[in-house]
């Protein structure tokens, strides 16, 4: 494990540690929307899960493994909603407790660079808001393809050149310190794979997307002021329902526009295990899917 890395996993340690009233604070949403207890930007979340989940309902599969799937809210959707055993992995060993303890999830510790799987233990293989934190994204990627016999899946930001490379200098462990846009990953077609991409994330969405979560902002200036005025009022105009409206609205709008922040990046190995036309997943089949909240000991 190089010094980056010990350094994330060192951050990452106390992140899935963190607890507010006694109650673990969840990175995911695990507990529901808007919720005090977990991390914002719920709707951008359901947007890429929605996403992931519609990637991954292309396929018939009996095994799979959420790569990075920190405290195990993605992996518990996909055993949810289709039935399957699943495992997970995050650098943190905290994360792969919590994914245990609040899922009852196999779940193990594991550095990308070097997967403790199989080649081909995994029909479908899933690597979300991940491969961006990494020193080697394409070691990770060959680590992500070697353990998968059928599909990976990998979800990324797409965000400035700029951003990636001041986290870079400022050396901030477990930023964002590679950039993707749609042609990042094209040397996989000369390997010889299938590769397909789906835009997420419409910037487009953004101020709706905050106005409707309705979290106070900690920034002075004035628009932000002007803003936390009138959150108490955005929570009472604004629930799931539009969250689960803007999340469904979030693929019609990057195909529509073509702008995007994240991608979702389908990745085949062998095609025959591809479904016929399924029904598409909306939010609402996923959004109600929570746990209670889970105290700390």
Known sequence: MDQYTITTKDTLEKRFKMSTDGVYFAHQPIYGYRTSKGSTSCIA??????????????????????????EGYTANLVKKIFNVPVKSTDLSENACEMAKK?????????????????????????????????????????E????????????????????????IEQKIPHAHIHYFDCTSLDYLKELGFTLKYEKTLSPLLIVPRVIAEGFKKSDTKL?????????????KLFGIGTANWLTDLDSKMTKMFGLYDGLTFIIEKNTTLKKGKSSLISAVDFTGIVVEEFKLK
Not at 59 to 65: A, H
Not at 102 to 125: G, M, S, V
């Open 45 to 70: 979340r359901y947007m890429v899960t929605k996403s992931v989940l519609n990637a991954i309902n292309k396929y018939e599969f009996k095994t799979f493994v959420d790569i990075g799937g920190a």
């Open 144 to 167: 992500l393809l070697r353990i998968t016999k059928n599909v990976l899946i990998i979800t990324v930001p797409h965000e400035t050149k700029e951003i990636v490379a001041y986290n």
């Open 223 to 235: 628009h932000f002021r002007i803003y936390n005025l009138f959150t108490p009022l955005f929570k």
């Open 102 to 142: 609040i899922f009852n999830i196999d779940a193990i510790p594991a550095d990308i660079h070097k997967l403790p799987f199989h080649d081909n233990e995994f029909e479908l293989t899933l690597c979300s808001e991940t491969i961006e934190h990494v020193t080697d994204f394409k070691l990770a990627i060959t």
